[in-house]
């Protein structure tokens, strides 16, 4: 089984700048395609952006220029760094892996989410 924890959120003033952390952990054998998420109260999950294993990026419109996604595939963590944040991106944060585990099955998995708040 395969388990992500997100951690690094919290309470920003707008214009500020968190990094959030993913780490996957338990049986897998790779992990191809990671992403971030998120989710405002009221509002449908929205994918903010994604990276392949070799690196490959793809972000949201909303973050384009303000948010960058990494990944050390050696110690199974992906990254968002978030700047300039508004108001608009406050949301809980939801860390997403695909992948294929020891036994060739493939798996997709999600974190527990952390919350990023923005507000003065």
């Known amino acids: 089984q395969v388990q992500l924890a997100e951690s690094g959120g919290g309470l920003v003033q707008p214009g500020g700048s968190l990094t959030l952390s993913c780490v996957v952990s338990?049986?897998?054998?790779?992990?191809?395609?990671m992403a971030w998420y998120r989710q405002a109260p009221g509002k449908q999950r929205e994918l903010v952006a994604t990276?392949?294993?070799?690196?490959?990026?793809n972000y949201a419109d909303s973050v384009w220029g303000r948010f960058t996604i990494t990944r050390d595939n050696y110690k199974n963590t992906a990254y968002l760094r978030m700047l300039s944040l508004k108001p608009e991106d406050a949301a809980v944060y939801y860390c997403?892996?695909?992948?294929?585990?020891?036994?060739?099955?493939?798996?997709?998995?999600w974190g527990q989410g952390t919350q990023v708040t923005v507000s003065s």
């Open positions: 997403n892996a695909h992948g294929v585990d020891p036994e060739r099955t493939t798996f997709n998995s």
């Open positions: 990276i392949t294993r070799g690196g490959s990026t």
């Open positions: 338990g049986r897998f054998f790779t992990i191809n395609t």
